[in-house]
């Protein structure tokens, strides 16, 4: 009897907008979409919804949304590289900002000896450049996984160049991966068909923490029905302390099966 496969193909956009259209979609490694901005400018981008957008590392790069004209105004700061993640009406991109120097153009990492280490790890994986770029790979085990995730930090792809057969004990290892995580915010995931349900009640800190993790520790795409309840926390009254917010315990369930999901089509 084979071995149960979970097909998983990269859906990345030209942009967010094009993303947004579609249905629901988790990002993970590698990233959507790679962007540039010198240091001390501007960089306006249209979108066609956007909730919320936040950068991991704001000494880097800022992002504030111009609801009026739909618009993010990305700011570089200083010469390095951050992510920015991005969310609206249940779905959410993750896109990498390279701050330059003025005048002076990005450097793309090169990773072969990655690339390499992935072929090792990845028996059968197929990596090509023309006519249109691709990697075409079978994840079978957790060596296979945590190759192609070093390998997807890096600008070598973006997600929409992927497509992923994903083994069931490589699933297995990356849900597990994830559930001391979101335990620790109230949450729970679960496999429902082809794709992950979010699903709890947590504070907005708590929802993108949760979905930075989820995009930190997967490989590839796998659709999400994003659940998540998300709660304000209350105001503490006037002249009393704060309380601490208690969190409720909930186990992680996973009740993957059988399945196989084709490439979707942008």
């Known amino acids: 009897m084979s071995a149960p496969v979970f097909s998983r193909a990269g859906l990345g956009g030209v942009l967010l907008a094009a993303l947004l259209l579609l249905p629901v979609q988790a990002p993970?490694?590698?990233?959507?979409?790679?962007?540039?901005?010198?240091?001390?400018?501007?960089?306006?981008?249209?979108?066609?919804?956007?909730?919320?957008?936040?950068?991991?590392?704001?000494?880097?790069?800022?992002?504030?949304?111009?609801?009026?004209?739909?618009?993010?105004?990305?700011?570089?700061?200083?010469?390095?590289?951050?992510?920015m993640l991005l969310y609206a009406e249940g779905k959410f991109a993750v896109w990498r900002l390279t701050v330059t120097g003025p005048g002076s153009r990005p450097v793309a990492e090169?990773?072969?000896?990655?690339?390499?280490?992935?072929?090792?790890?990845c028996p059968g994986l197929q990596a090509k450049e023309a006519p249109e770029r691709s990697l075409v790979a079978t994840v079978k085990d957790s060596a296979c996984r945590r190759a192609l995730l070093a390998l997807f930090q890096t600008d070598a792809w973006l997600a929409r160049e992927l497509e992923l057969t994903f083994e069931l004990p490589a699933l297995q290892e990356q849900l597990s991966v994830l559930t001391p995580f979101l335990k620790e915010?109230?949450?729970?995931?679960?496999?429902?068909?082809?794709?992950?349900?979010?699903?709890?009640?947590?504070?907005?800190?708590?929802?993108?923490?949760?979905?930075?993790?989820?995009?930190?520790?997967?490989?590839?795409?796998?659709?999400?029905?994003?659940?998540?309840?998300?709660?304000?926390?209350?105001?503490?009254?006037?002249?009393?302390?704060?309380?601490?917010?208690?969190?409720?315990?909930?186990?992680?369930?996973?009740?993957?099966?059988?399945?196989?999901?084709g490439t979707p089509s942008r």
């Not at 949304?65 to 700061?77: D, F, I, P």
């Open 28 to 83: 993970a490694w590698p990233v959507d979409q790679a962007f540039s901005v010198e240091s001390g400018a501007d960089r306006f981008h249209k979108l066609t919804a956007v909730d919320w957008a936040e950068v991991e590392d704001t000494s880097v790069a800022t992002v504030e949304v111009l609801r009026e004209s739909s618009e993010l105004l990305m700011t570089g700061k200083r010469p390095g590289r951050t992510l």
């Open 110 to 121: 090169e990773a072969p000896e990655l690339l390499a280490a992935a072929r090792k790890a």
């Open 185 to 261: 915010l109230g949450l729970e995931a679960r496999y429902s068909g082809a794709g992950i349900i979010l699903q709890g009640t947590t504070t907005p800190e708590g929802h993108r923490r949760a979905l930075w993790e989820l995009f930190r520790q997967s490989v590839g795409r796998v659709p999400l029905e994003d659940r998540v309840k998300v709660e304000a926390p209350a105001a503490p009254d006037a002249g009393t302390e704060p309380l601490d917010a208690g969190v409720i315990p909930v186990e992680i369930m996973e009740k993957p099966g059988k399945r196989k999901r």
